[in-house]
């Protein structure tokens, strides 16, 4: 790592790996010696055609994802799908189901409220998000079962998953491509780019080809995932950059064994920094140990008055992406799949010695008053 690049733990967008950042920008000047830009290339393109093939493919391949899902490529973040999702599937039916675990599950929540009636079949809000509920009832009526497979402001992560005789949908916008799961279980998986998958613009939609058949309304155009795949994905002029360059990380992420090989990894980032957590007297988690995010871990300072003065010492060494969110506070280190573990380990060290700075303070401070 160079002197001028920064240790990025930030939550969103993602970090990249530097040969990705490379080839999208030669790209931007030259695509495959066209004279050409990716960024001028028609999507209607026979070469762009072929980069939409290759990205769905790859999806396909890292992840398993059988034959009788569709892959689509959408734009508006997860945040449309929150809104998309009861529009196709809600209407005629009568209460959607939601398990609420943090601000995005609320987010996801209020939106269907305006497409029908939804309903809360669990909650962690009573101890501020800090585990994923694992005992609730889901109505046999609902049209379906929304979760959130990750927390990324609260820094949890849900490892089982609930077995339901409704469709499952579940908003894996964090923790996509970071760990095997079986897509078979879930009749729709979305997921914003910007995480691990590519630069933000682009939305990941798995969907189960049957649930989507089963739509029988009229619906608008831009929100109607049956014309997405039957136009694979252009209708109209897609986020081609973000398309893209998300093609070159899951090249990448298939030359670092897979998401087998990249789960491993990020297994061996995330108990390095707990472990640090949980060892130094300075620090605290806020999850729960057994539903611990491996993307957002979040912590806090026992002596808040110290803050500032972590976040300045952590700048110095070039780390950057730490501080919570506004509405937990304290810091949140996120360690993406292009996160390397060298990184974890600056801030693993940055940790450690300003404990140990502010323990010779105390002393020093300690031995004046004696005196």
């Known amino acids: 790592m160079n002197g001028n690049k920064k240790h990025n733990f930030g939550a969103g967008p993602c970090i990249l790996p530097e040969s990705v950042l490379r080839k999208a920008a030669d790209a931007v000047i030259d695509w495959n010696d066209m004279g050409l830009s990716i960024l001028e290339v028609s999507h209607r393109s026979p070469e762009f055609e072929s980069v939409v093939l290759k990205t769905q493919l790859l999806v396909r391949e890292l992840l398993h994802v059988p034959d009788s899902y ?4 959408l734009q508006g973040g997860a945040s449309t799908q929150f809104s998309m999702i009861p529009m196709n599937f809600l209407r005629g039916k009568s209460k959607a189901a939601y398990l609420d675990t943090g601000y995005f599950a609320q987010k996801a929540f209020r939106e269907a409220r305006h497409f029908g009636a939804a309903i809360t079949v669990a909650s962690s809000s009573d101890k501020e998000y800090n585990y994923i509920p694992d005992h609730f ?3 046999s009526d609902a049209a379906y079962l929304h979760i959130t497979s990750n927390n990324t402001i609260e820094g949890t992560e849900q490892f089982e998953f609930p077995e339901t005789n409704i469709p499952l949908i579940c908003d894996m916008s964090s923790d996509i491509f970071s760990r095997m799961i079986d897509v078979r279980k879930f009749d729709l998986i979305y997921a914003g780019a910007q ?17 989507m058949h089963s739509i029988s309304h009229e619906l608008p155009s831009m929100s109607d995932y049956r ?7 252009l ?15 899951l090249l990448w992420l298939k030359d670092q064994g897979g998401v087998v090989g990249i789960e491993q990894q990020n297994i061996r980032k995330a108990m390095l920094l707990y472990r640090e957590i949980d060892r130094n007297p300075l ?12 993307m957002n871990v979040t912590f806090k300072l026992h002596d808040p008055s110290l803050e500032a003065a972590f976040l300045e010492y952590t700048k110095a060494r070039n780390i950057t992406g730490i501080k919570g969110y506004r509405t937990v506070g304290g810091f949140r280190a996120s360690l993406y799949n292009a996160l390397p573990l060298a990184s974890v380990e600056v801030l693993v060290k940055a940790m450690k010695d300003f404990t140990l700075e502010k323990s010779k303070q105390m002393q020093l401070t300690e031995q004046e008053e004696l005196s």
């Open 70 to 73: 569709a892959v689509l490529f």
């Open 137 to 139: 009832d889901v109505p």
């Open 195 to 211: 995480k691990n998958m590519g630069p933000a613009g682009m939305t990941l939609v798995i969907i189960k080809k049957e649930l």
């Open 227 to 233: 014309i997405f795949d039957a136009n694979n994905s």
């Open 235 to 249: 209708y109209n002029t897609p986020p081609v950059f973000s398309i893209y360059t998300a093609m070159l990380n």
């Open 283 to 294: 620090f605290y988690g806020l999850a729960q140990p057994a539903h611990r995010s491996r």
